[in-house]
């Protein structure tokens, strides 16, 4: 066993089957979840996690108010969606609950999660396998794939690996020098097929399974690559497949998709998951962020601008997601090509 005390920071899809599958494994796991209800069900009767098909109830120290919590932990691993970062995390900063804070939230949330803990207390990792939140007490992990973790400067040091080994006693663990190059790749894939998902309802695998999902998805990927790029950065590969491959289009890019949906493919976006249960989601960091990237270096980015605006639309009440909502980008797409 890979001793390790880890407070997982938010109890919904990812955190709470991260803290379930990493339960009696890496040392102590705790949860800090902000819904009572879900933190109690997590306790008793324990949480009822579907695990690629396999219903299992694993029974977690959780809590829903931080001062019962009694530290420090090795690791804080930051799971909360980017608005409710500064609520979930200031308690546990001032109570000094963690010695390393990994940021592992969709979008590009890592400065603000540095801001709150400081620059040197913070791990960078990313999350390649995706799970659904089913309610109170209810999580399914719906697809397998990698952490990726790193230090911010790229440097390996003694905690990034025996982080690694602690989530390796439940996970595939990989470990990256370009840790910023990664989190830009995992942001592709959240602009493009996150995005996607919530404005038309589908799965990932059914987003691009018609020739509209598949060439508003390709026009996305590309828009989020050319950004990236202009950055500097060195785009990394997601579930083994590179992210130029995607980005080039046609049918070597719808070939790339189609590997990605082999192994993500069973994802129902977590923006989707918000939209329905009507909450805010995390577009501005996600959508959001590629558009004001690609402003700063001079990349247009039209299909993400409207993937922004549907969502917040939708936020507000003004309408639902629909697969029609493909067509349009498709055709938006084509106009843009």
Same mark, same amino acid.
């Given at each position: 066993?890979?001793?390790?005390?880890?407070?997982?920071?938010?109890?919904?899809?990812?955190?709470?089957?991260?803290?379930?599958?990493?339960?009696?494994?890496?040392?102590?796991?705790?949860? #800090?979840?902000?819904?009572?209800?879900?933190?109690?069900?997590?306790?008793?009767?324990?949480?009822? #996690?579907?695990?690629?098909?396999? $219903?299992?109830?694993?029974?977690?120290?959780?809590?829903?108010?931080?001062?019962?919590?009694?530290?420090?932990?090795?690791?804080?691993?930051?799971?909360?969606?980017?608005?409710?970062?500064?609520?979930?995390?200031?308690?546990? =900063?001032?109570?000094?609950?963690?010695?390393?804070?990994?940021?592992?939230?969709?979008?590009?949330?890592?400065? !603000?999660?540095?801001?709150?803990?400081?620059?040197?207390?913070?791990?960078?990792?990313?999350?390649? /396998?995706?799970? *659904?939140?089913?309610?109170?007490?209810?999580?399914?992990?719906? *697809?397998?794939?990698?952490?990726?973790?790193?230090?911010?400067?790229?440097? =390996?040091?003694?905690?990034? $690996?025996?982080?690694?080994?602690?989530?390796?006693?439940?996970?595939?663990?990989?470990?990256?020098?370009?840790?910023?190059?990664? =989190?830009?790749?995992?942001?592709?894939?959240?602009?493009?097929?996150?995005?996607?998902?919530?404005?038309?309802?589908?799965?990932?695998?059914?987003?691009?399974?018609?020739?509209?999902?598949? %060439?508003?998805?390709?026009?996305? /990927?590309?828009?989020? /690559?050319?950004?990236?790029?202009? @950055?500097?950065?060195?785009?990394? !590969?997601?579930?083994?497949?590179?992210?130029? $491959?995607?980005? %080039?289009?046609?049918?070597?890019?719808?070939?790339?998709?189609?590997?990605?949906?082999?192994?993500?493919?069973?994802?129902?976006?977590?923006?989707? @998951?918000?939209?329905?249960?009507?909450?805010?989601?995390?577009?501005?960091?996600?959508?959001?962020?590629?558009? $004001?990237?690609?402003?700063?270096?001079?990349?247009?980015?039209?299909?993400?601008?409207?993937?922004?605006?549907?969502?917040?639309?939708?936020?507000?009440?003004?309408?639902?997601?629909?697969?029609?909502?493909?067509?349009?980008?498709?055709?938006?797409?084509?106009? *843009?090509?």
């Amino acid at each position: 066993m890979a001793e390790a005390e880890i407070l997982v920071v938010g109890g919904g899809a990812i955190g709470g089957t991260t803290a379930a599958l990493l339960a009696g494994r890496a040392g102590r796991v705790a949860v #800090l979840e902000a819904n009572a209800e879900h933190a109690a069900r997590m306790r008793d009767p324990g949480l009822l #996690l579907d695990d690629l098909g396999t $219903e299992r109830r694993v029974r977690l120290e959780a809590h829903a108010d931080p001062g019962e919590l009694d530290g420090p932990f090795d690791f804080a691993l930051v799971t909360v969606k980017a608005p409710h970062l500064e609520a979930a995390l200031a308690p546990l =900063v001032e109570r000094r609950l963690a010695r390393a804070y990994v940021s592992l939230g969709n979008g590009l949330v890592q400065e !603000r999660v540095a801001r709150l803990v400081g620059e040197e207390n913070l791990v960078i990792g990313t999350v390649e /396998w995706g799970a *659904t939140n089913l309610g109170p007490g209810r999580l399914a992990r719906t *697809t397998r794939a990698p952490f990726v973790i790193g230090e911010p400067d790229g440097r =390996v040091r003694e905690r990034t $690996e025996r982080l690694a080994a602690a989530l390796g006693t439940a996970f595939e663990v990989r470990l990256t020098n370009n840790i910023r190059g990664q =989190v830009w790749t995992k942001l592709l894939v959240n602009s493009t097929f996150s995005g996607l998902g919530a404005v038309s309802g589908l799965l990932y695998r059914e987003v691009v399974a018609s020739p509209a999902g598949m %060439a508003a998805a390709l026009a996305l /990927w590309r828009e989020g /690559w050319e950004v990236g790029r202009a @950055q500097g950065l060195r785009l990394e !590969r997601f579930v083994g497949v590179p992210a130029g $491959e995607i980005a %080039a289009g046609g049918r070597r890019g719808e070939e790339a998709v189609r590997e990605v949906m082999r192994h993500v493919g069973a994802t129902k976006a977590s923006m989707l @998951q918000d939209l329905e249960r009507g909450l805010k989601t995390e577009v501005d960091v996600i959508n959001g962020a590629v558009v $004001e990237k690609g402003r700063e270096h001079g990349v247009p980015t039209p299909l993400n601008e409207r993937v922004l605006e549907l969502v917040r639309k939708m936020e507000r009440g003004g309408g639902s997601p629909s697969p029609g909502a493909l067509d349009e980008l498709a055709d938006l797409a084509g106009r *843009t090509l």
